[in-house]
């Protein structure tokens, strides 16, 4: 939906996209307007608020937006990538040992369905429960259960504090089944192929794609790269033409068309500066991450600020800084005061 932005619900389009990276608040607004024609963020921010899509932990152990049903199906897959992350380290291995972890566990679900805590909260009950122990530990064991960060976090235009309930507790108990790892890859690749294991992998956070994809095999479609691998598809997905031209697009600080492939060369040329302060989000010319774009704020004004990280031509730069204008007022549309601010490279 990168090409060309589509008509469709927005939960339609989450769904297509099987889920939307949601560390920063903000960011699942930012995608979607990206792909969406005339997106609001009402669209998103109103099924957020009733519970028809929650955010929570999901793809690779980290914080994703996903439509409720896929929530009730997605989470159960994805229980050995949260687990790997969570018991994986040896410090929580040592202070959990000897511990009844059914215990710890049926401890933090009731904490958290009484009423929505914080990560903070449970660690202080932690405390008070097992003083013998390092409670900031115990605290990740709470990402062992399928919670979900409850509003008003997340709904556009508000704020709250990053509290969490369980998934049941917040949408209520469902009688959906779970889905298979089969079920989620042919969803990646529905949106994200053609893929190896290895983008699958890296991808979801699960081990053994490989195996996965022999086993779907009968069911796909394969090439081969410019590089001799062999790359797995969904049958009569599109594949657009090398020289299809792909319009300037605004990709948000953390978004899967950057973190869907273990290869990112497909998007991020080699050349192609690295940077590791937060706020950033990618810009895209062509295809290929060619520059990076901040929000900057001050009183009843604001300011995108973009930095190419390669020489643009003219019309490339008139092409962002055109795109840039679009985002900074759907990101604020009350200011008194817009500006698209492109630094150009000595």
Not at 31 to 43: G, H, I, K, Q, V
Not at 99 to 128: C, H, I, N, S, Y
Request: hydrophobic residues 45%.
């Amino acid at each position: 939906m990168l090409l060309r932005r589509r008509r469709m619900p927005a939960l339609r389009a989450i769904e297509r996209l099987v889920a939307l990276q949601a560390q920063v608040p903000r960011d699942p607004y930012v995608a979607l307007w990206s792909r969406l024609e005339r997106f609001r963020p009402e669209a998103l921010a109103e099924p957020i608020a009733d519970r028809r899509a929650v955010r929570m932990t999901l793809l690779r152990a980290t914080l994703h937006l996903v439509t409720a049903a896929d929530a009730v199906a997605l989470r159960p897959p994805m229980q050995p990538v949260i687990e790997r992350m969570v018991t994986g380290t040896s410090p929580f291995r040592q202070v959990a040992q000897d511990l009844d972890r059914d215990e710890l566990l049926a401890f933090f679900r009731g904490l958290l369905e009484e009423q929505p805590r914080t990560r903070a909260d449970l660690v202080g009950a932690a405390r008070e429960r097992w003083p013998e122990r390092d409670a900031d530990l115990l605290g990740y064991a709470m990402y062992l259960l399928a919670t979900v960060q409850v509003t008003p976090r997340g709904i556009w235009g508000r704020s709250g504090r990053a509290a969490f309930t369980t998934l049941d507790a917040w949408v209520g108990p469902s009688s959906s089944a779970a889905a298979t790892v089969d079920d989620l890859v042919l969803r990646y690749l529905a949106a994200f192929g053609p893929a190896t294991p290895a983008d699958a992998g890296s991808w979801s956070g699960l081990p053994a794609m490989r195996e996965v994809l022999e086993r779907l095999r009968p069911r796909l479609r394969t090439f081969r790269d410019d590089g001799g691998r062999e790359l797995f598809d969904v049958p009569r997905a599109p594949l657009p033409d090398p020289d299809t031209p792909a319009p300037v697009r605004f990709l948000p600080e953390y978004d899967n068309a950057l973190l869907g492939h273990a290869d990112r060369g497909r998007i991020l040329p080699s050349v192609t500066p690295q940077w590791g302060d937060p706020g950033w989000g990618s810009i895209l010319v062509d295809g290929w991450v060619s520059a990076r774009w901040k929000l900057e704020r001050a009183k009843d004004a604001a300011a995108l600020r973009i930095e190419p990280l390669r020489r643009l031509p003219r019309a490339d730069r008139d092409a962002v800084t055109e795109e840039g204008q679009r985002l900074l007022a759907f990101l604020e549309p009350d200011v008194g005061s817009r500006d698209v601010r492109l630094q150009v490279p000595a």
